[in-house]
């Protein structure tokens, strides 16, 4: 029998409270035990016990949990473990058997879920980036943490705890309480000395403009318009002799207009004889020695129409009815006014991609000389469409949006992924790890939620610090000694300082009317969160890598290229002035405007162009970790 007190009590089922008073008894003969608790798994007990040979340990009725306990002084019981019965003997016949028991809770997945719902907090938390299959697995929430799960062998409360620094305090411990023989120091694989951090995010600028005031095109084309000095100028007419066509050819409400385009509003008003005046046509007569004859009835005319040389033709005639007959033929070109409207929407879907680039580097002690051996870490995430929804939000917020890092949203999402980058960093730079032996009451101060602070003059600089990661219990079933086996890892970096947060200086105008997202600012310092100071970063100003074109804030004018005027009246009027003394007839002038027609040539940006990609770097501060061991110290 072992000299130290154990004490083992079966219960009924999980979820029982350990109770000193209760439970300090010998339902079995504890002859020996291996126990074991590493970060992030559940613990785990192999006992020695006597075969009972009444059906097993797994006899219908007989309980499967159980508490291990220990007294330690006089009258004082801690417990050990509290688990259920995970693995029976191999050797059914032995009078000593194995048996292994877990300390997994019976409600493991609801605490876990329900822990995992506390954490889905930003930055640490960004669903943009998992994928929707996912966003139920509560493990995902550790991937941007520095954290393991922590489940606790006695009273199986389920926690995260830091692989950093430990929530529950530190064990400090002298060069007594240790075993000197068994002390080891291991080095892990290099650190990585950087994080190369890839975030992909995509939306579609699927927008419709189809109503309301659009963008009008008037404006262009009238001061495009040459001026006829022959024409009306009491207002804002488009002159042709070609009016019909130009009227025909005008494009109409709801049609649609290469490039992406609708017309909104589109019509062409004809104001030849109604805001315009009349021209005074001269009266013609047969024989100007008969004026008595009636004048030619003038035709109503728009001020600067085309009249050509009349053809006039006259007759006598004798008898009872003796007279004059008299015929003119008047060939004339009518000038058209019109008071046009253009007002174009559109109906696109463009293609947009940010990649963010993230290049974290850190400074930690070598322990490797070999050049080039130093880790880079190298990671690729694509995120979900940030102009779908996803939970309860569309990220781009407005899909006309040119960017998105730069937004609100965005920022969140450039934590998010620097704390993935912090945690892989994190993770590797633990790369010592140093192991000790000590008595098991000593050891039994330790949990996984702890520190080790160990004094040892073969240590370098004579001391070392770490997050506990393994902790064994082990009862000799021989020599009765009860021991403890504490592993814990050291980050090893250079305890720069801390980074504090600056809010910068604008360098155009102030930030109350344009913020980050629109200039520069001088000496800005962002932090991920305001309890993790050891990482600051900076949004540079940047210039999506697309068209130009921001449907956010699109104007008329920044999709205008070129206007064209082709065969205005007054250019229609040098072809057909030369024809006025001739005597013209109507097929004649048809023929001579037929090779004029006037047409306007609106050239325009196309808003169906992308797809559009924009590489992101930020400027990142140099990850900033503890020294817990000083491995250039002497010993």
Known sequence: MAKDRFYFAYVASGGIAFDPDVHNVVDEDVLAFEFIHTEGEFAQIDIDLRNPRDGGFLKPGR???????????????????????????????????????????????????????????????????????????????????????????????????????????????????????????????????????????????????????????????????????????????????????????????????????????????????????????????????????????????????????????????????????????????????????????????????????????????????????????????NGNKISDWIGDEVPIGDVRRRKFFTTERGQAAIKYLLCIARANLLGKARAVEITFECPMDVGLEFSLRKNAQVTNGRLPGGEATGKVITIAHSLDGDTGAALSKITFACLIGKDEPPYTESAGTPTYCSADYVGADYQVYDSLVSLIDPTVTELAFTVDAYTPNDDGIDLLNLKAKDLVKAVSITNSSKDQRLVLEPLIPMIADVAAVNGALKEIPTVISLTLKPLTTGPFETFVTITVEDLVIPTQIDLEATA
Not at 95 to 118: C, G, H, N, S, W
Not at 351 to 378: A, W
């Open 63 to 381: 309980m499967r949990w159980a508490f291990l306990s220990k007294e330690i002084d006089a009258g004082v019981i801690i417990p050990i473990f509290y688990g259920r019965i995970v693995g029976v003997p191999t050797d059914v016949f032995a009078e000593i058997v194995t048996v292994t028991f877990t300390a997994r809770p019976e409600d493991y997945l609801e605490q876990k879920a329900a822990l995992a719902d506390t954490l889905k907090v930003s930055p640490f938390y960004d669903p943009i980036f998992i994928s929707e299959d996912k966003l139920d697995d509560p493990d995902v929430v550790l991937e941007s943490r520095a954290v393991h799960w922590h489940v606790d062998p006695v009273t199986h409360d389920l926690t995260v705890s830091s692989i950093i620094s430990g929530e529950d305090g530190t064990v400090t411990l002298s060069e007594d309480d240790q075993f000197y023989e068994n002390m080891q120091l291991t080095l892990n694989a290099s650190p990585a000395s950087a994080i190369v951090l890839q975030g992909t995010v995509d939306w579609d600028q699927d927008v419709v403009v189809d109503v309301g005031d659009g963008l009008n095109m008037m404006p262009f084309i009238e001061k495009a318009w040459p001026v006829d000095p022959e024409a009306y100028q009491g207002g804002k007419f488009l002159t042709s002799f070609t009016f019909k066509g130009l009227f025909g050819d005008w494009p109409k409400t709801g049609a649609k207009v290469p490039g992406g385009y609708i017309v909104i509003l589109g019509e062409l008003e004809d104001h030849s004889l109604l805001s315009v005046p009349e021209m005074e046509i001269p009266h013609y007569f047969a024989d100007p020695e008969h004026p008595f004859d009636d004048p030619v009835p003038p035709v109503p005319l728009s001020v600067g129409s085309i009249i050509f040389e009349p053809k006039v033709s006259g007759k006598w005639w004798s008898g009872e009815t003796a007279g004059f007959s008299s015929q003119v033929e008047m060939t004339y070109a009518p000038l058209g006014y019109g008071i046009g409207r253009l007002v174009l929407g559109y109906d696109v879907s463009r293609k947009y991609r940010e990649t963010l680039v993230i290049n974290l580097k850190t400074s930690c002690q070598p322990i490797v000389t070999e050049p080039g051996e130093d880790e880079i870490i190298r990671v690729e995430i």
